[in-house]
């Protein structure tokens, strides 16, 4: 099956039929390949996984060689949230299109990425109705929350990462995340690296592999 989305996909290396799957999506700018990286180093420890690492939906504005979930440039927080909401749409097609071509559920399934990936995936998530299993989210934040807070439909497992030298997405995002998450009574996990800039540090990685573990297997 071609998926709506350009995907690079990393088959199960158990070479069986997929258990679960685990999509991620990448920052501004960036594409699948770039995010599938991280799926590359999961893979060896979750050999009945499939990864799906999508291409966003629209090229991006500041990046031509690259794809972004929604514009950020000169936009109104309106406008932002007016586009994130045509990008959800496409990540819930994906989402359903994995599990159609997998045979799937919804609770096989983890959901996450970096930066403005993290923050689709986060939007996404907690307005869908059959619940995912997971949302992984790193150096990312809630696009708004007013909207989220009167949307929130599920309630999948979630972790948050960020490094406190971020500079892109400052540490402010998690915070503020963590403040919605307790006020709407989640149990969500965070971790805060030291020293870190805007990017996926080896503790990163190995937290995320570890949570996917914990929930999927």
């Known amino acids: ?3 709506s989305l350009n995907t690079t996909i990393l088959e199960p ?4 039929k997929p258990k679960n799957a685990v999509i991620l999506c990448h920052g501004y700018g960036g594409d699948g390949k770039d995010i599938s990286i991280l799926a590359n180093y999961w893979k060896f420890h979750l050999k009945d996984t499939i990864f799906i690492c999508p291409d966003a939906p629209e090229r991006c504005a500041a990046s ?9 440039m000169d936009q109104s927080p309106e406008q932002i949230l007016s586009k994130a909401l ?3 749409m496409k990540l819930n097609k994906l989402i359903d299109e994995v599990k159609l071509e997998n045979d799937l559920t919804a609770d096989k399934i983890i959901i996450g990425g970096f930066s403005q990936g993290c923050m689709i995936s986060l939007q996404t998530g907690l ?5 995912v299993n997971s949302i992984i989210g790193y150096s990312g934040k809630i696009i708004d929350t007013n909207h989220l807070n009167q949307n929130i439909v599920s ?3 979630i972790i948050l990462m960020h490094g406190d030298a971020d500079q892109v997405v400052t540490i402010d995002g998690l915070l503020e995340a963590k403040d919605f998450f307790n006020k709407n009574n989640y149990e969500i996990e965070t971790k805060i690296f030291k020293n870190c800039e805007h990017r996926i540090p080896t503790e990163g990685s190995s937290s995320g592999l570890e949570f996917i573990k914990k929930h999927l297997y």
């Open 13 to 16: 290396l158990s070479k069986v």
């Open 86 to 88: 045509i990008a959800e």
């Open 1 to 3: 099956m071609s998926y």
């Open 127 to 131: 307005k869908r109705k059959d619940k």
């Open 155 to 157: 309630r999948p497992n």
């Open 64 to 72: 031509p060689s690259g794809y972004q979930w929604f514009d950020l």
